[in-house]
């Protein structure tokens, strides 16, 4: 359904995937945001199935040139160089949302995003950076942050396993508090006995890793409540 989608941003020459509803009608926009290795198979069938929903949807690179890491060590590197870099890190996500914009036609204060694994913890650092996104949700992420929630400007959902070592519970706790304190709106959904990168199929096979059918599909129809509740047809407190 999708294509691939050129775009420069952050330094680098990216090599997006955009979708969008065949009928042209895009009842919002969303911004998808890649694991660790890059963009593949998982986020590209996540952005088509969103264009299947209804939405527009940019799966972002972040890496640049359509970049995919072979093996778990370099995917950490990656990750590490872009930590190290967080304005050009910043830059390569906003660059991504702008592109969609552009793309999709949809105004940035008009767009979500959905990031999974360093991916999620992205799209939610986008939003503590006060990017005008209208919701964000996390998949199997790190909410761990130096920066402050008090710049979130719309919803937050946080979908994790139990046993995600990435996502431990003290650091679930401490996230509860600070939106709580930063009056965030927020939900966290909280799977029993699902460890990390529960929505990939082709997730590795290494120690805390692991696919789950039940916590995919329950985690996707919570991102398209969050979205449908955020569509821009909708006003608030006006029901279809």
């Given at each position: ?15 997006g ?21 890059g ?6 069938r ?10 527009a ?33 910043l ?16 105004g940035?204060?008009?767009l ?13 650092e986008l939003?503590r ?41 003290d ?14 709106d ?29 916590a ?25």
């Amino acid at each position: 359904m999708g294509a691939y989608h050129e775009y420069h941003g952050g330094g680098t020459r990216a090599r997006g995937y955009y979708a969008a509803p065949q009928n042209g009608a895009a009842q919002g926009g969303v911004l998808v945001i890649h694991e660790a290795p890059g963009l593949g198979a998982h986020v590209q069938r996540r952005v088509d199935a969103l264009a299947a929903s209804g939405y527009a949807a940019l799966a972002a690179d972040l890496h640049g040139e359509g970049r995919l890491a072979r093996n778990f060590d370099e995917a950490i590197g990656w990750v590490r160089s872009l930590k190290a870099d967080p304005d050009m890190l910043l830059s390569r996500l906003n660059s991504a949302l702008d592109t969609l914009s552009t793309r999709s036609g949809i105004g940035k204060d008009q767009l979500n995003a959905a990031g999974y694994c360093f991916g999620g913890w992205c799209g939610l650092e986008l939003a503590r950076a006060g990017a005008p996104l209208r919701s964000v949700s996390v998949f199997h992420g790190s909410v761990k942050s130096d920066r402050s929630a008090a710049a979130i400007k719309g919803s937050v959902l946080i979908c994790t396993g139990d046993c995600d070592p990435f996502a431990p519970l003290d650091q679930l706790i401490a996230l509860g508090d600070e939106m709580r304190a930063a009056r965030v709106d927020y939900q966290l959904c909280l799977y029993g006995g699902v460890e990390h990168g529960f929505t990939n199929p082709d997730v590795p096979a290494m120690p805390g890793y692991s696919y789950s059918a039940a916590a995919d599909r329950r985690s996707w129809a919570s991102l398209l409540n969050l979205l449908s509740d955020s569509s821009p047809r909708l006003a608030d407190g006006v029901t279809e």
